[in-house]
């Protein structure tokens, strides 16, 4: 099975702040990695899908980059919509989700 | 519009059955794979299982045996049906549509659905 380890598990930022998510797997997964942000209460929204792609309706201010093992989530001049928690997700060899990152208001 | 609408949900015993629902209207669910993720409280995603297009079905070590994925095409549901539910079964569970490669996001999902196993 192919795990996820994401890093940080919780930061705290500001708004307008650059912000920055990593996601390791633990083999090769190519491009085959996807982001999702999920507020409390609410089911996860596809945010980047195929490490890169931005889904549509998304905010430019995300964007993803990586392939193979590494992979960034960045968000850049964070929004108070965007405090939320960010989970990566591998689509190549069944489906594994990373622990979750926490972005909290500083 | 894509929607898609658990339900089924709800407190059962350990060792109980339930079945989860997940309507769809705006699209057709098996022209699709349509997956089942679950959270435990305060805990992360975790995928449960898979049905593809062509009705393989695929399921999280965790599950396997114990759990059945299904879709009815004339309702247009996903079914999730839970035998010899476990306190660690206890979770929201979410449907979810996974494309139609098995390397695609899952890119719609349901409310979710509240299963407590507990005595």
């Known amino acids: 099975d192919i795990q996820m380890t994401q890093s940080p598990s919780s930061l705290s930022a500001s708004v307008g702040d650059r912000v920055t998510i990593t996601c390791r797997a633990s083999?090769?997964?190519?491009?085959?990695l996807n982001w999702y942000q999920q507020k409390p209460g609410k089911a996860p929204k596809l945010l980047i899908y195929?490490?890169?792609s931005l889904q549509s309706g998304v905010p430019s201010r995300f964007s993803g980059s990586g392939s193979g093992t590494d992979f960034t989530l960045t968000i850049s001049n964070l929004q108070p919509e965007d405090f939320a928690t960010y989970y990566c997700?591998?689509?190549?060899?069944?489906?594994?989700f990373g622990q979750g990152t926490k972005v909290e208001i500083k | 519009e894509v929607q898609l609408v658990e339900s089924g949900g709800g407190l059962v015993q350990p060792g109980g059955s339930l079945r989860l629902s997940c309507a769809a209207p705006g699209f057709t669910v098996s022209n699709n794979y349509m997956s089942w993720v679950r959270q435990a409280p305060g805990k992360g995603l975790e995928w449960v299982s898979i049905i593809y297009s062509d009705g393989a079905t695929y399921y999280a070590d965790s599950v396997k045996g114990r759990f059945t994925i299904s879709r009815d095409t004339s309702k247009n549901t996903l079914y999730l049906q839970m035998n010899s539910l476990r306190a660690e079964d206890t979770a929201v569970y979410y449907c979810?549509?996974?494309?139609?490669?098995?390397?695609?996001?899952?890119?719609?999902w349901g409310q979710g659905t509240l299963v407590t196993v507990s005595s």
């Open positions: 195929g490490a890169s």
């Open positions: 979810a549509r996974a494309g139609r490669g098995g390397y695609d996001p899952f890119d719609y």
């Open positions: 997700q591998q689509s190549y060899s069944d489906w594994t």
């Open positions: 083999q090769s997964v190519i491009s085959y």
